[in-house]
Structures are given as structure tokens and as C-alpha cells.
């Protein structure tokens, strides 16, 4: 068989077209790099779009006393000190600069009195620190870095969904894909790879992320030979809608919380004095999921199994200006006004704080050419990451990541790609059609759910993530068989199919390092060993492809400079 | 348990017809639901664009029992049950498969926008009541439903001169940005087409985001064009001076 495929040729290829892909094309297109980006949805669409509070950046404008070491202070402890110290050092002190450059590319956050930026209070952070636009600040962003790209001239292929990292030796040089409006195939070849493809939440069954979101960026960094990091770490947004069942797992944003939410139980009590009397309902977002799990399980939940939030104590009409889509979302999906009654929240997958494993200062992972930014890299959020964090995250190392493959391609003067790898990428992709009467894809991605939602939740214990490994295995194997109808055109059952190799791998690696650490930190939770361990926490669990088997080991934290590690001990 | 039955337009650019659906109803459930619902259990090939489901990314947009919609807000229990509900694509665009349209024109249209262009030396002080306006029209969520019921470019076909409701949103969010010191007016009237807005205000009605697109956009717009291309004291100036 020989392969039909188109070829394009970059410097940068850029997966993903997020807040960390399109800051990373802006970075390496100011190299003077010829920069493209493959995304698997529509240009402007990414998940990025979805997110609502802000952008937690040092700024300063509202408290005066905050500055770049709270920040850092802040990320560590909500990240149980799991993180990567440099990444966090990096990320508090340049993300203001970040949201300035913004800012002067069109950006229009909320404003204070005096004309700057507003920043609102956010769970984990000291000050109110959070630069928004109401609840939209997601799309704010990824509009602003779409007009930018597009005016300098990137090349976006959208609806282009990469399914192999092509290699040349040790280095990737490429990346194979397929474009779901015809099913026609096309190989990227690239001096340097950034993946910027975000996270799993898919793989579980109550969620805020959409389909998008199957882990295939880390699947393919992995395939490649690059390690994963903290994969055990998943974060469960304390609050996601939970009635009526079709809008289960939708997103209810922090910032109701930040704005004065308050949290109450069926028996009308503050139930967060409870679990964190200091912070209350802006505790972390890992304690006040738990705190919500456990009061439902222990029959103080509400009528469809949450948490009521209620804001409806402000005035009507500073709700709907400063939370106009959570207004609008819980009026037409849920019937409920809420500047007049309680929502109904519950836990919800949300973000993974794990991922590919990569160098502070640049961005790079483990295998040469390949560089990695946002949710599909792990080290800034350590064991749990704070709400706000991510937005900056996206803009701070997806620049960086953009600089650093701009600058190595710049040193790589040409590479090569075998045809073997494109026709094995190939087959692999038209496997689906050729089995006949195999099982229906979507199927397994439902049973995927089920799996991961019951045995890899939000409390785990060491029987449940066994058995969790099993049904993996057996799910790979029915996945292994899976086949698809109709044609190669615009056709969703053939993309799941691929999917779910990608999400599969992921979960494994995610049961597999939540099995081996034995204490409760942050967002992992084992029933069977409560508390914090001292021993597991100086050790990130890493997870590498060796010969054909998935293998775990241990790696130091890197340990804090002197001056760094009296910022975050504990004051009495 | 309940169930609803639907007509969903399944064809590609060659054609196709309504392929008949029948779908249990859960409570709350949205049109979005029905149509994974689909996937899952009839027609795994149903081609169908969606991301967020909540209302924010404006990908799933169709014409549900004729309306122009987003499938993932437009609520089941809002639908007469006694008949088919039936699920087309967007009409303004081409079909690429079952309820997916090729919507690249519109990619192609926002390239010919005069970018963002600050004052320089300024020092960045806005305040809330100068961005008020603009803010509206940066909620626009691009699920180019605006584009698809209005008249220039659905029935018209006009797409090489107009550019539609949705980029005179944009541009108003450019014009109206208090740092901006570009003018967008002419490639308005040349490039964008504006003057060909007879302002029905179908946009209006159909934005999921409730953005007052021909009162707060186009018609600011269209006065600017006014100002600058028709404004008689002006003209007058220019015939005198023999400029254009």
C-alpha cells in the first residue's frame, strides 16, 4: 500500500490552538520562525473559550500588598509543594506582564475606579488577584490571541486532528494527521513540535471538558518516547451543575465564590466551617470538592445529590453584570434564577494538573524537538492547581514554549522522516473500516467512563484502582477490535476510535501512578492512606514508555532555593 | 419513558434527506442530547459540531424545526412533541456533511479587518464606562447564526461583498475600543459592504448572546460611514479642493 498525503513544512508546528498553542505560535512567529498550528476543532473553539473566573497574575491593582513572591507562595501551597518551584517562580513573576501584552492587543478586562485592571478574589489566593472579563475571561483571551495571529499570518489547519509524532532517529521531525472534513491525510514535517492539546477530562463521566479533551497530546508525547509527570493529579471542580442530568458537569464558575457565594447543605448549614473554617468557601478547589462529596455521601446532599451555591444575597443586578453567563446558563438550562435561589452544584472533572514532563525555563520535554505548554504539561500545579492559575499558565510557558522551538529549530538545519512510519500511521487510522462487525466505539468510551468516574474518582482506594487496571486492560482490548461505519468524511464514530487509544493510555497512566503513592495529597485522595506522607512528598511519579511496556518511577522534586523555601513555610 | 422523534438532515455536498430518529427524553435534556444520543445508539457517523455544550464556544449552531439555534441551549420541553422535530444545517453555508457547513468563508472575511491599533504612549488607564460598550460586542461567541438568517447573505448570496452581522460586531468592538486610532470606515463601505444592511434586524433576534447587533453595532457603524463619506458640508469641501 502506498499512502496518499499532502505535506506541509514549518519551522514550529503548534498542536493545538488553545491559549497555550496560540501564545506559543505568537512567541515563535516573533523569532521570525514559519509557524503552523493544527486544531481539531474550528479556530477560536479550543477550551480555552470555556473558561470563566480570570487570570491570576501579581498586578497588584486592587490589593496593593500583593506581589510575585505571594503568588509563588500561593501556587506552592495549594500545590502541596508537589510542584516544580522554578515553573512557579516563573509563572508569578512574569504572568502581569503577560495580561499587559494582552491588554495592548485588544484585550478589555473589567476595570477598577481608578482605570486598571480589575482583579477579584479567587479560591487559594490571598489577595484578590483574578483579571477578568465577568465570567467570559477564556474567550476574551482567545479571541484577543486569534486577532493577533491572524494579523501576523499564521498558518491554522482547523479540524486537522494529528494522530502520530513522526520521528527522525531521537528527534521528532513531523506529525501525521488527517483532516475530518474529507478523511484525507496529511503529514506536518517540523523542525520543532509544541503540544499544547490540554487534558483527559473526557475519560470520566461526569465532566466540564468537551470532546476535545482525550488526552492525545500526552498519548502522543508518550508514543514518542517523552515522560508523563503527576499524571495521579486530577482536579475535580467543586462545582459543576448537576440537574437536570443532560447538563450534568457543567461548569458553575469559582468566581461565584470569589464574588460571595456561599455554600450550604440540605440542612441549611455553612458545612465549609466544617472543613476549612479559615477560608471557607475560597478554600482549595480539592477541599472543597471533597467537602461537598462527603456531605452528600453522608445523606446532607441535595435533592439531585449536590451542594446548594447561593449568590442571591447580592443585588439582582450585580449578579448578572459580573456572572452574566452563569445568569443565563442556570435560567435557560435549569430553570433556576439565581439572584433568587440556590444553585445545585457537585464535584466535576475539570483539569489535569499532570502531563508531559518538561524544563522550567523552556518548555522542553524529554525528547528532542518536542516541547510541551498549558494543561498537556505538567510542574506548575504541583498536587493541586489554584483556580486562575491556568489562564496565566497558558500565556506565561506557552510563550516560552514558542521562544525555545522557535530558537531550536533555528539550530537544526533539516531532517528526515521514513515512509515506514507514515504507512504504519496510516494503517493504523484505516483499521476501524476493515474489521467488520467489531464494537461500536462509543460503547467503550461510555464503559471508559463508568470505569474511571467510579474507581478513579475523587476518593480512591488501592481494591478500586486494581480493578480499575483490569477493566482497562479489558477495555483495551475491546477497543483493539472496535470498528466503525460509513464513510471517511466528517465521520465522529472513526475519530472516537482514535480517541479512545489516546484515552486509554492516559487513564492507565493515571491509575497507575494514583495506585503507587500511598498518602492523600492534594487532588489525589486514598481512603486507604489518609494524610500526607513526608516520603512521597519529595517524589513526582513519572511514567515512560520503555521497549513496549508503560513504566513508573520515582524523581526527586527539585528542591527549593534557600530564600524561595522561607517564602512558603507555614506562618503561625 | 418518553420519547421524541426526529428528522435529521443526514447528506454531503452531493445531497441527502431527513433520516428518521426516535430518542428517549430525560429531564432537561437539550437538542444537543439528542443528537449524541444518536451517535451513541444509531449513527455513530452523524456528523455533528459541538465543543462546550454550555453556550460559550458557539459550535453546535443548526436550524431546529426551522429556527436558527444552538442545539446545545435549545431545550426539548420547549418543542411540541405531537411531530417530528426536525434538525437542519445552517442554510447560508455549504454542507460538508449531515448538520456540519463549511463556515471557512467567514475565517476569510475577518482577515480583510483593519487590526487593533493603540494609541501610542498611552498609559492604559480605561474606565468601565468607556469599555461598557465595546465589552457587548466581544461576547460574540462566533456560532454565526447572525450570518446564517440574514437576508443578504442567505438569500442573496452576496458573500464576496458583504461580510455580515458578525463582523460588523467585530469591527464596532474595534471602533469603539477607547485606545483604537484606526479608522475602519472605508474598507466599511468598500470591502465589508456595510451599506447593503437594509437593518432588518433578523441578527438581532437570533443572537444566542443577546448582543444589540443592528442598533449597537451596525447602525453606529452605518453613521460613521455617513460622517465621513456623505456628510454634504464635507462634500462640498471636497469638490472645492478637487479631492475624492
Redesign the interface.
Known amino acids: 500500500m502506498t499512502t496518499e498525503y499532502e505535506t506541509h513544512e514549518h519551522d514550529v508546528l503548534i498542536i493545538g490552538a488553545g491559549g497555550a498553542g496560540l501564545r506559543a505560535a505568537l512567541g515563535a512567529l516573533a523569532q521570525g520562525a514559519k509557524v503552523g498550528v493544527v486544531c481539531k476543532?474550528?479556530?477560536?473553539?479550543?477550551?480555552t473559550?470555556?473558561a470563566e473566573g480570570g487570570i491570576a497574575a501579581a498586578m497588584a491593582n486592587v490589593d496593593h500588598a500583593d506581589n510575585w513572591r505571594t503568588h509563588f507562595r500561593d501556587t506552592m501551597r495549594g500545590g502541596k509543594m508537589l510542584n516544580n518551584w522554578r515553573m512557579a517562580q516563573i509563572h508569578a513573576q512574569e504572568a502581569p506582564e503577560r495580561v499587559?501584552e494582552l491588554?495592548?492587543?485588544?484585550a478589555?478586562f473589567?476595570?477598577t475606579q481608578?482605570?486598571?485592571i480589575l482583579q477579584r478574589a479567587f479560591g487559594g489566593h490571598t489577595f484578590r488577584r483574578l483579571c477578568h472579563?465577568?465570567d467570559?475571561t477564556?474567550?476574551?483571551m482567545i479571541?484577543t490571541l486569534q486577532?493577533?495571529g491572524?494579523?501576523l499570518g499564521i498558518d491554522v489547519f482547523?479540524e486537522c486532528t494529528v494522530t502520530r509524532l513522526l520521528k527522525d532517529g531521537d528527534r521528532v521531525a513531523g506529525a501525521f494527521g488527517y483532516w475530518r472534513?474529507q478523511g484525507r491525510f496529511v503529514v506536518f514535517r517540523a523542525k520543532s513540535i509544541v503540544m499544547a492539546t490540554g487534558g483527559i477530562g473526557k475519560a470520566w463521566k461526569i465532566t466540564s471538558n468537551?470532546?476535545?479533551y482525550t488526552g492525545d497530546g500526552m498519548a502522543l508525547a508518550y508514543n514518542a518516547g517523552a515522560e508523563l509527570m503527576d499524571m495521579e493529579f486530577v482536579q475535580f471542580h467543586p462545582t459543576g451543575m448537576v440537574?437536570?442530568?443532560?447538563?450534568q458537569g457543567?461548569?458553575v464558575t469559582e468566581a461565584v465564590r470569589g464574588e460571595g457565594g456561599v455554600l450550604r447543605n440540605k440542612l441549611g448549614e455553612r458545612f465549609m466551617e466544617k472543613y476549612d473554617p479559615k477560608k471557607m468557601e475560597l478554600s482549595t478547589r480539592d477541599v472543597v470538592a471533597r467537602a461537598i462529596y462527603t456531605e452528600v455521601r453522608e445523606g446532607r446532599g441535595t435533592e439531585h445529590g449536590g451542594a446548594y451555591l447561593d449568590i442571591s444575597q447580592k443585588p439582582a443586578d450585580y449578579v448578572k453584570k459580573k456572572l452574566p453567563?452563569m445568569y443565563?446558563?442556570f435560567k435557560?438550562?435549569?430553570d433556576v434564577d439565581i439572584t433568587k435561589e440556590p444553585m445545585e452544584v457537585g464535584p466535576t472533572c475539570h483539569y489535569t494538573m499532570g502531563g508531559i514532563r518538561v524544563d522550567a525555563e523552556t518548555a522542553k520535554s524529554s525528547v528532542a524537538g518536542l516541547f510541551a505548554a498549558g494543561e498537556a504539561a505538567a510542574g506548575l500545579h504541583g498536587a493541586n492547581r489554584l483556580g486562575g492559575n491556568s489562564l496565566s499558565d497558558l500565556l506565561v510557558f506557552g510563550r516560552r514554549a514558542g521562544l525555545a522551538a522557535a530558537e531550536q529549530a533555528s539550530k537544526i538545519s533539516n531532517t528526515a522522516v521514513d515512509s515506514g512510519q507514515i504507512e504504519e500511521a496510516a494503517r493504523e487510522m484505516l483499521a476501524p473500516f476493515e474489521r467488520k462487525d467489531g464494537e461500536?466505539?462509543?460503547?467503550i468510551h461510555?464503559d471508559l467512563q463508568e470505569t474511571m468516574q467510579n474507581l478513579v474518582g475523587i476518593f480512591r482506594d488501592k481494591e478500586d484502582l486494581i480493578r480499575a487496571l483490569e477493566e482497562l486492560e479489558k477495555l483495551k482490548e475491546r477497543a483493539g477490535r472496535v470498528s466503525?461505519?460509513?464513510?471517511r468524511?466528517?465521520?465522529?464514530?472513526?475519530h472516537?476510535a482514535q480517541d479512545l487509544q489516546a484515552m486509554l493510555t492516559v487513564s492507565v497512566a493515571v491509575t497507575r501512578s494514583a495506585l503507587a503513592r500511598e498518602e492523600s495529597r492534594g487532588a489525589h485522595s486514598r481512603i486507604d492512606y489518609p494524610g500526607l506522607n513526608a516520603a512521597w512528598g519529595t517524589k513526582n511519579n513519572v511514567i515512560v514508555h520503555e521497549g513496549s511496556a508503560m513504566m513508573l518511577r520515582q524523581s526527586p522534586v527539585p528542591e527549593l532555593p534557600i530564600d524561595l523555601k522561607q517564602l512558603v513555610v507555614d506562618e503561625k | 419513558m418518553p420519547e421524541a422523534i426526529f428528522e435529521v438532515f443526514r447528506g454531503?455536498r452531493q445531497g441527502g434527506q431527513p433520516a428518521t430518529y426516535r430518542v428517549p427524553i430525560?429531564?432537561?435534556?437539550?437538542v444537543l442530547?439528542a443528537l449524541h444520543h444518536i451517535?451513541?445508539?444509531q449513527?455513530?457517523?452523524?456528523?455533528?459540531?459541538?465543543?462546550?455544550?454550555?453556550?460559550?464556544?458557539?459550535?453546535c449552531s443548526a436550524e431546529v424545526n426551522g429556527r436558527p439555534r444552538l442545539t446545545c441551549?435549545t431545550?426539548m420541553d420547549a418543542l411540541p412533541l405531537d411531530k417530528p422535530i426536525t434538525v437542519q444545517p445552517m442554510k447560508a453555508f455549504p454542507v460538508?456533511?449531515?448538520l456540519?457547513t463549511?463556515?471557512?468563508w467567514n475565517?476569510r472575511v475577518?482577515?480583510k479587518i483593519p487590526?487593533?491599533e493603540?494609541r501610542s504612549g498611552s498609559d492604559?488607564?480605561?474606565?468601565?464606562e468607556d469599555?461598557d460598550r465595546?465589552?457587548e460586542f466581544?461576547?460574540c461567541?462566533?456560532c454565526f447564526l447572525c450570518q446564517n438568517v440574514c437576508h443578504v447573505l442567505r438569500e442573496h448570496e452576496e458573500m464576496k461583498q458583504f461580510a455580515g452581522p458578525r463582523f460588523f460586531v467585530r469591527v464596532a468592538g474595534?471602533e469603539m475600543?477607547p485606545l483604537?486610532t484606526k479608522s475602519r470606515t472605508r474598507v466599511l463601505k468598500e470591502e465589508l459592504g456595510l451599506g447593503l444592511c437594509n437593518i432588518t434586524k433578523c441578527c438581532t433576534e437570533v443572537c444566542p448572546e443577546e448582543i444589540h447587533i443592528t442598533d449597537n453595532a451596525i447602525i453606529p457603524l452605518k453613521e460613521r460611514v455617513v460622517d465621513e463619506f456623505y456628510d454634504p458640508v464635507l462634500m462640498i469641501v471636497r469638490k472645492i479642493r478637487g479631492a475624492t
Not at chain 1, 41 to 47: E, F, P, R, V
Not at chain 1, 484 to 487: P, T
Request: proline fraction near 7%; hydrophobic fraction near 35%.
Open positions: 476543532s474550528l479556530l477560536g473553539k479550543a477550551h473559550v470555556m499587559r491588554e495592548q492587543w485588544g478589555l473589567d476595570r481608578d482605570g486598571q472579563v465577568g467570559r477564556g474567550l476574551e479571541r486577532d493577533r491572524v494579523q482547523m472534513e468537551s470532546w476535545e440537574w437536570p442530568p443532560g447538563v457543567i461548569l453567563s443565563h446558563q435557560e438550562l435549569a461500536n466505539p462509543y460503547t461510555r466503525v461505519e460509513g464513510s468524511l466528517f465521520n465522529p464514530g472513526w472516537l | 454531503d430525560a429531564p432537561g435534556m437539550v442530547d451517535q451513541a445508539h449513527a455513530p457517523d452523524l456528523a455533528v459540531r459541538w465543543n462546550c455544550k454550555a453556550g460559550k464556544c458557539g459550535s441551549k431545550r460538508i456533511k449531515d456540519v463549511d463556515v471557512s475565517y475577518n482577515k487590526p487593533f493603540p492604559w488607564k480605561i474606565y468601565q469599555v465595546a465589552q466581544r461576547k461567541i462566533e474595534l475600543h483604537d
